[in-house]
């Protein structure tokens, strides 16, 4: 039946996905806690625009008032830590949905059934990218519910244009994650190198503005894409969230003609 490989998938990483929804909701409630202090201190705006510029580009301390909902979420959650965990959990899940089953050997009997090597790959990022939008889904719901009553004034168009963007990013380096599995077989090697590649790519995007020979990489990195709009200030933006697709897209192409061509035995 079709679907039933990913929701397969879903029902043994429930338990797992209810401790990250309850820690990405903790860590909202926490953050969101911290703002009527913040709010209220007028000097540090002004502290936080006196960083040297690498320490701002480095952690995405953006030239938002720091004060504003905008400034804080950006520089609080959306900079470095919501993106982080969400890319975790994504390439996680992507090096455990083909790699991570054919080094525990389920691999084999999956395939001896009437079930294609694609349809494996396909219900694998399929399970992976559900998972990485369910936590954005409870985390977009925990800033919503959370930012009225800290008298956090931002609109929710807003908030769910930042959640998406963090969460299309982290299922673009899952599919990545999911595509190097399919090619070598061996978990570690997909985790590994889908973290470098965000890691890489996230280095020469904040850095650029630093490095003159990184600032032309910019565009083409992924986090660009993502924290370049900017979208708790100025909402989502369309061309930016399509590239952040196309990553995926890549990811899932290179996934389907890796495990074509790979002899796994059956």
Known sequence: MPGSLALDA????????????????????????????????????????????????????GDLDYTSAAGYLGTELFGLVVPLLLVIVAVSAGARGFAGEEEQGHLETILTLPVGRRRVVLEGLAAMAAEVAVLGAVLLAALLVGAPLVGMHIASSHLAAAVLAAVLLAIGFGSVAMA????????????????????AAYLVDSLGALVPWLHDLGPFTPFHHYAAPEPLRNGASLPHLAALLALTAAGVVAAVVAVDRRDIGT
């Open 10 to 61: 879903l029902r043994r990483l429930r338990r797992g996905m209810a401790w990250w929804a309850l820690g990405l909701v903790a860590l909202a409630a926490l953050q969101l806690g911290v703002y009527p202090t913040v709010r209220d201190m007028s000097d540090l705006s002004e502290l936080v625009r006196d960083y040297p510029d690498a320490l701002k580009e480095l952690f995405g301390i």
């Open 180 to 199: 190097v599995g399919a090619a070598t077989g061996r978990r570690a090697v997909a985790t590994g190198a889908a973290a470098a590649l965000a890691l």
